[in-house]
T-cell receptor, first 113, second 112 residues
Framework: DGGITQSPKYLFRKEGQNVTLSCEQN?????MYWYRQDPGQGLRLIYY???????QKGDIAEGYSVSREKKESFPLTVTSAQKNPTAFYLC????????????FGPGTRLLVL | GQQVMQIPQYQHVQEGEDFTTYCNSS?????IQWYKQRPGGHPVFLIQ?????EVKKQKRLTFQFGEAKKNSSLHITATQTTDVGTYFC????????????FGRGTQLTVWP
């Protein structure tokens, strides 16, 4: 809950443009995650990172890219290759990757016109 | 495919009625977590169950983990309008450390 920030809250982009979503946490968590939420689909994992300079693809990584250069930051880039990018994007973090509670940020709603 | 199944997808109840959502996995889960997402908000952790047959209560909420660690349930007694939201289960499969697999959630509507 607290300690994870995502910006902006709403984001509008034209089709074909790349866009980067910010996620910052001050909880000293090692693991961070990006999820996409669509109505009726629940939470689908895009990418996750266990530690700085390491990240793994989730279930729907195509059309997305991430970086983990700092422990506190895990930005997500939605590229033009993502065919249906309009969605609610949630960032989360946890102390470690193994069996830990995840704390979610407030989310970013991306609308691609 | 969906690793963790959750039913029902929607539930509408009158205030004061009980509510239950069920979560099932085809494989054994090392643990199961439950989250609540209020309309327009983000998921918030409720509880984690680890032991086979474990039952935990939080006021009007009762959480159960099956004996085989393949299913779980959340039961709310005497729902209130503040219970409105989507409830997600999320499990870590025994063979895959660290990956939480979320169910699709049950969206609860409570009529006053």
């Amino acid at each position: 809950d607290g300690g994870i920030t995502q910006s902006p809250k709403y984001l509008f982009r034209k089709e074909g443009q790349n866009v980067t979503l910010s996620c910052e946490q001050n909880l000293n968590h090692d693991a961070m995650y990006w999820y996409r939420q669509d109505p009726g689909q629940g939470l689908r994992l895009i990418y996750y990172s266990q530690i700085v300079n390491d990240f793994q693809k989730g279930d729907i990584a195509e059309g997305y890219s991430v970086s983990r250069e700092k422990k506190e930051s895990f930005p997500l880039t939605v590229t033009s290759a993502q065919k249906n990018p309009t969605a609610f994007y949630l960032c989360a973090s946890s102390y470690s990757l193994n069996q830990e509670t995840q704390y979610f940020g407030p989310g970013t709603r991306l609308l691609v016109l | 495919g969906q690793q963790v199944m959750q039913i029902p997808q929607y539930q509408h109840v009158q205030e004061g009625e009980d509510f239950t959502t069920y979560c099932n996995s085809s494989t054994t889960l090392s643990n199961i977590q439950w989250y609540k997402q209020r309309p327009g908000g983000h998921p918030v952790f409720l509880i984690q169950l680890v032991k086979s047959g474990e039952v935990k209560k939080q006021k009007r909420l009762t959480f159960q983990f099956g004996e085989a660690k393949k299913n779980s349930s959340l039961h709310i007694t005497a729902t209130q309008t503040t219970d409105v939201g989507t409830y997600f289960c999320a499990g870590i499969r025994g063979s895959t450390l660290g990956r939480l697999y979320f169910g699709r959630g049950t969206q609860l509507t409570v009529w006053p």
